[in-house]
């Protein structure tokens, strides 16, 4: 995972969701205790009420796993099969604490990186800017990458500036579809010729896909497995990969 993972603290993504599940695991494995002492008879319900909490310890463990190391695997095999020139530029969008920015600035040492954020707690943990420039900084590439500060669906860049575009579970965070449609129609604009989008995301891959299609670009989406399940296979992550 060494080999993967940047040096760094990249937070935990929406933070309260694993301790929910952790909550939801205590809880019921006290249910599961007073009902096998209490009730002897009731063996079929100690045994559900037991199961649930199994159910609950395993969703949250997976849900660590996957912020803390899964999406790193992900990213890294995402940007393997990518190919960058010398002299070109990326950009990822709701960068968080930097982890793909810098993993993109690693692995093609020619390419000039941006990053553009909110910054909002609540969609990961620490997230500032101050934290992403301290990743960058960890990791000696703080001279190829630039953070913004700005709204993905009204980006402050010029018409075909990247050759690359990035998303991590950053787009389904916009809860309107009118929103989502516009920060894929900014990566399409600010997308440069022959250029190429990267997206791993839940629940909305079918939605991005079709606005990318529309748009004109060439689309395939796929599921990454289980290293991007968000406590369970009902919330996995999908990469929607699309060229011009």
Same mark, same amino acid.
């Given at each position: 995972?060494?080999?993967?993972?940047?040096? %760094?603290?990249?937070?935990?993504?929406?933070?309260? *969701?694993? /301790?929910? =599940? #952790?909550?939801?695991?205590?809880?019921?494995?006290? #249910?599961?205790?007073?009902?096998?002492?209490?009730?002897?008879? =009731? /063996? =079929?319900?100690?045994?559900?009420?037991?199961?649930?909490? #199994?159910? &609950?310890?395993?969703?949250?463990?997976?849900?660590?796993?996957?912020?803390?190391?899964?999406? &790193?695997?992900?990213?890294?095999?995402?940007?393997?099969?990518? !190919?960058?020139?010398?002299?070109?530029?990326?950009?990822?969008? %709701?960068?968080?604490? %930097?982890?793909?920015?810098?993993? !993109? +600035?690693?692995?093609?040492?020619?390419?000039? @990186?941006?990053?553009?954020?909110?910054?909002?707690?609540?969609?990961?943990?620490?997230?500032?800017?101050?934290?992403?420039?301290?990743?960058?900084?960890?990791? %000696?590439?703080?001279?190829?990458?630039? &953070?913004?500060?700005?709204?993905?669906?009204?980006?402050?860049? $010029?018409?075909?500036?990247?050759?690359?575009? !990035?998303?991590?579970?950053?787009?389904?965070?916009?809860?309107?579809?009118?929103?989502?449609?516009?920060?894929?129609?900014?990566? *399409?604009? @600010?997308? +440069? $010729?022959?250029?190429? #989008?990267?997206?791993?995301?839940?629940?909305?891959?079918?939605?991005?896909?079709?606005?990318?299609? +529309?748009?004109?670009?060439?689309?395939?989406?796929? $599921?990454?497995? =289980?290293?991007?399940?968000?406590?369970?296979?009902?919330?996995?992550? !999908?990469?929607?990969? +699309?060229?011009?």
């Amino acid at each position: 995972m060494a080999a993967v993972r940047p040096r %760094g603290d990249y937070g935990i993504d929406a933070p309260w *969701v694993p /301790w929910m =599940w #952790i909550g939801y695991t205590v809880l019921y494995a006290a #249910i599961t205790i007073a009902a096998a002492t209490l009730w002897d008879a =009731w /063996w =079929w319900v100690v045994a559900l009420v037991g199961l649930a909490t #199994i159910g &609950f310890a395993a969703g949250a463990a997976l849900y660590w796993h996957t912020s803390l190391r899964g999406k &790193f695997v992900l990213w890294d095999r995402l940007l393997s099969q990518t !190919t960058l020139s010398g002299g070109s530029s990326a950009l990822d969008l %709701g960068c968080g604490h %930097g982890t793909v920015a810098i993993m !993109t +600035a690693l692995r093609f040492p020619d390419t000039i @990186v941006t990053g553009i954020d909110l910054w909002r707690s609540v969609d990961q943990s620490g997230n500032t800017i101050t934290a992403a420039q301290s990743n960058a900084t960890l990791n %000696g590439v703080q001279d190829r990458i630039h &953070f913004d500060t700005g709204d993905m669906t009204a980006l402050p860049y $010029p018409d075909g500036t990247f050759d690359l575009v !990035t998303a991590s579970l950053a787009i389904h965070n916009i809860r309107s579809r009118d929103g989502r449609h516009r920060a894929v129609s900014e990566a *399409v604009r @600010v997308l +440069a $010729p022959q250029g190429r #989008i990267l997206i791993a995301d839940i629940r909305r891959a079918k939605e991005y896909a079709t606005d990318l299609r +529309a748009a004109g670009l060439t689309v395939t989406t796929f $599921p990454l497995g =289980w290293r991007g399940w968000w406590s369970g296979p009902w919330m996995k992550t !999908t990469a929607v990969t +699309a060229t011009r």
